[in-house]
């Protein structure tokens, strides 16, 4: 099991996300996952922990969610992570608010948790919200092509911050969600 720390966009954005993905797999066989199939929200991740005491995780989380105003939001890009997984995301426009909100998760880690991914850590994070995983190669052009078709950006807010427990990628547990401000 993990825990993944999660923002959470407004209602039309959340929407508007999850209409790109589930018209990504129209016809589709190839086996690919999307957002609605792991019982994800679509969301950008801040921080994900194989282990972590969770009262002292949520007393965290929910004292920054606070102390922060809602974020704007952008969705200005197309990005695939290669590798076995070919994961098709939309990147944010990175703004000072996303990058704060951050960095303060960061900088309080280490009171809930032994084991962050260092991949979402400040020096290596890189914010995204996924589309599409385990896109075989063959069908990336169809799928970024059809991506490339909508209007950028996409705007809305992040709103909520979210607490999930996951097993093998899927969503098991919401631990809990805090408006933001």
Avoid at 122 to 129: E, N, S, T
Avoid at 158 to 169: D, K, P, Q, S, Y
């Amino acid at each position: 099991m993990g825990f993944s720390i999660e923002l959470l966009f407004n209602p039309t954005l959340e929407s508007r996300v999850r209409k790109i993905a589930s018209g990504l797999r129209e016809g589709d066989r190839s086996g690919m996952i999307v957002t609605d199939d792991v019982k994800a929200r679509p969301h950008i991740t801040l921080c994900i922990c194989e282990q972590a005491d969770e009262g002292e995780l949520e007393a965290c989380v929910r004292r920054i969610a606070e102390e922060t105003p809602t974020i704007p939001i952008g969705l200005a890009s197309v990005g695939v992570f290669p590798g076995d997984q070919n994961v098709v995301f939309l990147a944010p426009v990175v703004n000072e608010e996303l990058l704060e909100m951050h960095r303060r998760l960061h900088a309080q880690v280490h009171k809930f948790s032994t084991t962050p991914w260092v991949l979402y850590t400040p020096a290596r994070w890189v914010p995204h919200c996924t589309l599409v995983t385990r896109l075989p190669k063959s069908a990336l052009p169809r799928v970024v092509d059809s991506i490339l078709e909508l209007t950028f950006p996409i705007s809305g807010e992040i709103v909520e911050v979210g607490v999930m427990e996951f097993t093998e990628g899927r969503v098991q547990r919401v631990l809990f969600t805090a408006m933001l401000g």
